[in-house]
T-cell receptor
Framework: SAVISQKPSRDICQRGTSLTIQCQVD?????MFWYRQQPGQSLTLIAT?????????ESGFVIDKFPISRPNLTFSTLTVSNMSPEDSSIYLC???????????FGDGTRLSIL | QKEVEQDPGPLSVPEGAIVSLNCTYS??????FMWYRQYSRKGPELLMY??SSGNKEDGRFTAQVDKSSKYISLFIRDSQPSDSATYLC??????????WGAGTKLIIKP
């Protein structure tokens, strides 16, 4: 399966600032997703990152808060904007390599907001 | 009622035991069924991926899907301390919009 690298692996940020998380894959993938996982909880899908067009957001998530880019078939970024302590979470990137293939995940970015 | 129900545990068993992890679901349209293992401070790692009903075996792991009962299981034979992790079930109508269980924390005692 593809090797998925996320940067940074963790960060501590100040309230009101923004952080951009990168997801790099070592091979071309058809789909990329961004998830949030609260400690001890399951995963919540934030959005599908679409190559060359606007991301598709799930209910409760908006572009102004979580802008996403996907300039090509191997790279995507998620920005967490105007952060508050409620944004403290693990942010995960996942990818699908082809039709009817399962999702594979990176190791996530652990974000803490002070 | 949640679409996918999974007992969060923790489930503690002795080394060498057979482990049974289960999820139930309510949406009969689900066709893709997955089990992921997640270690602390790591992302979910795909263990088993099944389309429709039936059994699938991979080494010490066996996944079962019973669509008539809306029930999926993951069995781990000869469990090892290194199997201690959280196990997440996920399912969907396509393989994109995943619906997740809460995850079961498994502890294998040496």
């Amino acid at each position: 399966s593809a090797v998925i690298s996320q940067k940074p692996s963790r960060d501590i940020c100040q309230r009101g600032t923004s952080l951009t998380i990168q997801c790099q894959v070592d091979s071309q993938v058809t789909m990329m997703f961004w998830y949030r996982q609260q400690p001890g909880q399951s995963l919540t899908l934030i959005a599908t990152a679409n190559q060359g067009s606007e991301a598709t957001y799930e209910s409760g998530f908006v572009i102004d808060k979580f802008p996403i880019s996907r300039p090509n078939l191997t790279f995507s970024t998620l920005t967490v904007s105007n952060m508050s302590p409620e944004d403290s979470s693990i942010y995960l990137c996942s990818v699908v390599q082809g039709n009817n293939q399962p999702q594979h995940f990176g190791d996530g970015t652990r974000l803490s907001i002070l | 009622q949640k679409e996918v129900e999974q007992d969060p545990g923790p489930l503690s068993v002795p080394e060498g035991a057979i482990v049974s992890l289960n999820c139930t679901y309510s949406n009969s349209a689900f066709q893709y069924f997955m089990w992921y293992r997640q270690y602390s401070r790591k992302g979910p790692e795909l263990l088993m991926y099944t389309y429709s009903s039936g059994n699938k075996e991979d080494g010490r792991f066996t996944a079962q899907v019973d669509k008539s009962s809306k029930y999926i299981s993951l069995f781990i034979r000869d469990s090892q301390p290194s199997d201690s992790a959280t196990y997440l079930c996920a399912m969907s109508r396509s393989n994109y919009q995943l619906i997740w269980g809460a995850g079961t924390k498994l502890i294998i005692k040496p």
